[in-house]
């Protein structure tokens, strides 16, 4: 697991849902009705969307991008936050539900603290739908 920071709370994403993570470089903004995109960035030789991980979890205002979650299989994009506290073995005991009863949202164990696990998936969509429309 990737144990991250957007907006001051905890969340962490499943490595193997992720096609990798890197350092944010320079975003080159593009016009765009997408609300989440930030704009352009090269990664390894290839121009690469950039969109606010923060937004897309509903938060109002984006955060200065640090980092990437790289995602995507034959489309890749880039979602964008600001703190990356590191990757973490955990056990499957680890895993469970929101503790206030929410329903749709898993949350984590990582080191004694609750992480909510990003729903790449879903993230995914609401990408691929912003493009599209």
């Given at each position: 697991?990737?144990?991250?920071?957007?907006?001051?709370?905890?969340?962490?994403?499943?490595?193997?849902?992720?096609?990798?993570?890197?350092?944010?470089?320079?975003?080159?903004?593009?016009?765009?009705?997408?609300?989440?995109?930030?704009?352009?960035?090269?990664?390894?030789?290839?121009?690469?969307?950039?969109?606010?991980?923060?937004?897309?979890?509903?938060?109002?205002?984006?955060?200065?991008?640090?980092?990437?979650?790289?995602?995507?299989?034959?489309?890749?994009?880039?979602?964008?936050?600001?703190?990356?506290?590191?990757?973490?073995?955990?056990?499957?005991?680890?895993?469970?539900?929101?503790?206030?009863?929410?329903?749709?949202?898993?949350?984590v164990a990582i080191q004694g603290l609750v992480h909510t696990v990003v729903a790449l998936d879903e993230i995914a969509?609401?990408?691929?739908?912003?493009?599209?429309?």
């Amino acid at each position: 697991m990737l144990a991250l920071g957007v907006a001051g709370d905890r969340f962490a994403a499943r490595l193997r849902d992720l096609a990798g993570i890197a350092r944010c470089g320079r975003l080159a903004p593009v016009p765009s009705r997408a609300k989440a995109l930030l704009g352009l960035t090269g990664l390894r030789g290839d121009l690469v969307p950039v969109y606010s991980l923060a937004q897309l979890l509903g938060y109002a205002r984006a955060e200065e991008p640090a980092w990437l979650l790289l995602c995507g299989a034959g489309h890749r994009f880039g979602l964008a936050f600001g703190q990356n506290h590191g990757c973490f073995s955990v056990e499957p005991g680890a895993f469970g539900g929101r503790p206030d009863g929410a329903a749709g949202r898993e949350v984590v164990a990582i080191q004694g603290l609750v992480h909510t696990v990003v729903a790449l998936d879903e993230i995914a969509r609401a990408v691929t739908s912003e493009e599209e429309s």
